[in-house]
């Protein structure tokens, strides 16, 4: 028989090493609650600096507010914040933090040592604390404002270390984290380095749109439209970005909720809607920079252990907000509100207008089907019927010559049926076969004219991991200048004006993920989005020979069934659903 538990409560330092676990999971999270601690003490510029992706070294060094001796010897008790007094606070959080429990996990997982010097007080104070255990405690000398390493991240909960990935993607994180509380909170001063090489600097901007200048391109912050709006006390402003000239990736799709970035279902999902609708376009290559403002009262903060995530007390307005707020900054737009026959109100809401013409990679929409086609079905709107199979190939799980339908599915007759293949979704399967079998770089062919591409500080330090398998599957990078990378050559599949995406997809998709660095899940998730980048699109006129081709090839390709992402190749309408409808049964 097991005795009964017995129940104890856990010493403060087990408190504060589990609670890191939430708070502090990698570098970047430490470095976040760093750097908004800097924010919240009023800095007007802070230096960050990084050793071995922050694994060896965070120090955060701000001209903020400072602490007193009192006050930094309490920063390292759990629950101790100077943010809030009471629970009604919490309605109203004005500052990153308020939970007090940052310094403390941080603590708990590193050796840390903090100077600070309050403003206006004469001399400072030094505290030096390993595994959270305070070492000494001493009056110093140093600057107003506060500087704190951390030093050997995680050396008291070595499992957590193991879970980390390769140095590249960590500080890639930390970069992110870095540019995100930048653009939150232009008015900052920002340099961060890592083993002594400045890697982001950013002088104080007078706004976000100024920053946004500092911190991108040019080129592609002037081509970004103005969002204004506003409803009662809600106000949306920030940037979108014209159809088929955005880019891919957290870098390029930022949400701010009165200036903390966050994450939010809500506001994304219909941001999604929002483009897919406008632009008929992959939203995932769309780009935001949108700053909602809303009163303190109306959005709950506290749901989240790092606080990326915000509850909006009525999701709905926020999401119509930035809905029209967008829609708004299109139709303001004149280069981009050329009407097409594509105008169509739909629904209650008001009307849609969608630019075709405009995006490089929009593909246009299919021509609505006349009332007569509809009724039956669509099967009238095929150019030719299908062909029969010649007998000699009846029996065999044969492909027949294929015609196209809506421009996007082959329709086939085989033996079981009627089968319609998604063209798209078919190429993308036998390029990614194609690619991942290919030898290392083996057909790939160099660029005759130059391609450059600007990185981010993130996107350039994902690089360093995702260059290889990229270069195995054709397509090779070279650094050009400070951010500004040349892209060497390609695979002769892909098109050159698909590179620059392609490439930010698959340095983003290098940064996701979770634990270790798996590299070859890395290079199947690169081929997919290669494929997909390469393959035919929907709504194009292909020749006979083009679909006999692709089907043929489809059906010699290792599964032969499903897309890279998933989705079905092709459907099959067999004897049994044919007579059903015709009701011969
Ligand atoms: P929180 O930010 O939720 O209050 P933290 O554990 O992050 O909790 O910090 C505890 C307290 O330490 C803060 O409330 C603040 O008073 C003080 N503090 C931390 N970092 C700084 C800093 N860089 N400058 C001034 N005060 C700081
Ligand atoms: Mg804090």
């Known amino acids: ?27 970047a999270a430490a470095l976040k609650e760093l750097i908004e601690n800097s924010i919240d003490a009023g800095a007007a510029n802070l230096a960050v600096d990084l050793e071995r992706a922050g694994k060896g070294l965070i120090r955060v060094v701000d001209d903020g507010a400072g602490m007193s001796h009192d006050d930094l010897l309490l920063a390292l008790e759990r629950h101790a914040t100077s943010k809030i007094l009471a629970v009604e606070d919490l309605s109203r959080v004005a500052t990153f933090g308020f939970r007090g429990e940052a310094l403390p996990s941080i603590a708990a997982v590193s ?77 900052l001063g920002v340099t961060v380095r890592h083993g002594g090489r400045e890697l982001l600097r950013l002088a104080p901007a007078a706004d976000a749109g100024a920053r946004l200048r500092g911190y991108l391109d040019r080129e592609f912050v002037s081509g970004l439209l103005p969002v204004r ?34 994450r939010d279902a809500v506001v994304a999902q219909e941001l999604r809607e929002t483009f897919r609708d ?27 252990p790092t606080k990326r995530e915000v509850r909006f007390r009525d999701p709905g307005a926020v999401r119509s907000l930035v809905a029209e707020g967008v829609r708004e900054a299109l139709r303001l737009d004149r280069s981009a509100a050329i009407p097409t026959a594509a105008f169509q109100p ?90 991942l079998a290919r030898a290392a770089g083996g057909l790939s062919q160099r660029m005759l004219e130059p391609l450059l591409i600007e990185l ?29 990378w040349r892209v060497v050559s390609l695979p002769p599949e892909l098109d050159a004006a698909a590179a620059a995406p392609f490439i930010r997809e698959s340095l983003a998709a290098a940064l996701e993920g979770g634990a270790a660095p798996r590299v070859e899940e890395f290079r199947h998730r690169a081929a997919a989005l290669l494929a997909c980048h390469a393959a035919i699109r929907a709504n194009r006129r292909l020749a006979p020979d083009e679909t006999a081709a ?23 309408i067999d004897r049994a659903e044919i007579e059903r409808r015709f009701k011969r049964t």
């Open 1 to 27: 028989m097991t005795p009964a538990a017995r129940i104890r409560i856990l010493p403060e330092e087990t408190v504060n090493r589990v609670a890191a676990g939430e708070v502090v999971e990698r570098p």
């Open 111 to 187: 050796r840390l040592r903090i100077e600070s010097r309050a403003r206006g007080a004469g001399e400072g104070t030094r505290l030096v604390a390993d595994g959270g255990r305070i070492v000494r405690v001493e009056p110093c000398g140093c600057p107003e404002g506060t500087a704190i390493e951390a030093r050997d991240l995680f050396h008291t909960v070595p499992a957590r270390l193991k879970f980390l990935r390769s140095d590249a993607t960590e500080l890639g994180h930390c970069l992110q984290v870095a540019s995100r509380l930048a653009l939150a909170c232009p008015q």
């Open 229 to 262: 709006g506003s409803s009662g006390p809600l106000a949306v402003s920030g940037f979108v970005s014209r159809p088929g000239a955005g880019r891919p990736g957290a870098d390029y799709q930022q949400l701010f909720v009165n200036a903390r970035p966050v």
């Open 278 to 304: 406008l632009f008929r376009q992959d939203p995932a290559g769309c780009s935001y920079f949108l700053w909602i403002s809303i009163p303190p009262e109306a959005v709950d903060v506290n749901v989240h």
């Open 346 to 435: 739909s629904g209650a809401s008001a009307p849609r207008v969608t630019f075709p013409a405009l995006g490089t990679s929009a593909a246009p929409p299919a021509a609505p089907l006349p009332a007569e086609v509809r009724e039956a079905g669509g099967y009238a709107a095929m150019s030719q019927p299908p062909l029969p199979l010649p007998a000699e190939e009846r029996g065999r799980p044969a492909v027949a010559a294929a015609n196209q339908l809506f421009g996007t599915y082959l329709v086939c007759v085989e033996p079981g049926g009627l089968v319609l293949v998604d063209q798209h979704a078919a190429h993308e399967r036998i390029l990614y076969e194609r690619f």
């Open 456 to 484: 981010t500080p993130a996107e350039e330090s994902a690089a360093e991991t995702a260059r290889p398998v990229l270069e195995s599957l054709g397509v090779s990078l070279e650094p050009f200048g400070p951010r500004s």
């Open 550 to 572: 692709l089907i043929a090839d489809l059906a010699r390709t290792g599964n032969p069934g499903a897309c890279p992402h998933g989705r079905p190749t092709s459907i099959t």
